[in-house]
């Protein structure tokens, strides 16, 4: 019930597509859903996080999209670039900024 | 305000021996939070230290302890290591008062038991 399911593993995307990143998790505990972008070689960085009142969320070139009903969140990378090219995180906590649950990830390269 | 830092970037270690490695909290931080992320996975928390005291523990066992000094910096100990050890190590720092205690992350320190 802790784990936090993430989909794709990995993507392909030509640059200007628009790649979307598909999370799931269990335990309606869960009040606070980031996404972290990790370098190879660099920890997690918070790229926007969400709280499970608001059903969406912009900042920049990337948006959240919450479904509380069906416990699924997922991001979505407008106009990608190839510098977008890193490992994406789902996470989801109890406590915001307390022990986070991490998905597996999901490697996308954005070609140029 | 400067960064989360850790030492050593690098570590090779053989099966059985005892690892120490450490974190500097970015400035302002007075909880530090430890992860195990294995090739190819997410980081698994492991535990959080606030104000020097344990504050919460994943699923990993007593063998892998941890410490925090007054200054907020924090160890993470593992002993009677064990291949399957071998992972980098995330620290995290954050503010627990307000609001917005998100988490900083390090770079880590990339374990390899042998």
């Known amino acids: 019930q802790q784990q936090v399911k993430q989909s794709p593993q990995s993507l392909i995307v030509q640059k200007g597509g628009i790649p979307i990143i598909n999370c799931a998790y269990e335990?309606?505990?869960?009040?606070?859903f980031p996404w972290y972008q990790q370098f190879p070689g660099k920890g997690p960085a918070l790229l926007i996080a969400?709280?499970?009142?608001?059903s969406e969320k912009k900042e920049g070139r990337f948006t959240i999209s919450f479904n509380k009903s069906a416990k699924q969140f997922s991001l979505h990378i407008m106009d990608s670039q190839p510098g977008d090219s890193a490992t994406y995180f789902c996470a989801a906590s109890i406590v915001q900024g307390q022990n986070f649950v991490f998905g597996p990830g999901t490697r996308l390269s954005v070609l140029p | 305000e400067t960064g989360v830092t850790q030492s050593p970037t690098h570590l090779i270690k053989t099966r059985g021996q005892q690892v120490t490695l450490r974190c500097s909290s970015q400035?302002?931080?007075?909880?530090v939070s430890w992860y195990q992320q294995a090739l190819g996975q997410g980081p698994q928390f492991i535990f959080q230290y606030y104000r020097e005291e344990e504050n919460g523990r994943g699923n990993f066992p007593p063998r892998f302890s941890g410490l925090q000094f007054p200054n907020y910096s924090s160890e993470l100990n593992v002993n009677a290591l064990e291949l399957d050890d071998s992972a980098l190590y995330l620290c995290a720092s954050s503010r627990t008062s307000g609001v917005h205690n998100e988490q900083f992350f390090g770079p880590g320190t990339r374990l390899t038991v042998l």
């Open positions: 969400i709280r499970p009142d608001v």
């Open positions: 400035s302002g931080h007075n909880t």
């Open positions: 335990n309606t505990a869960f009040d606070y």
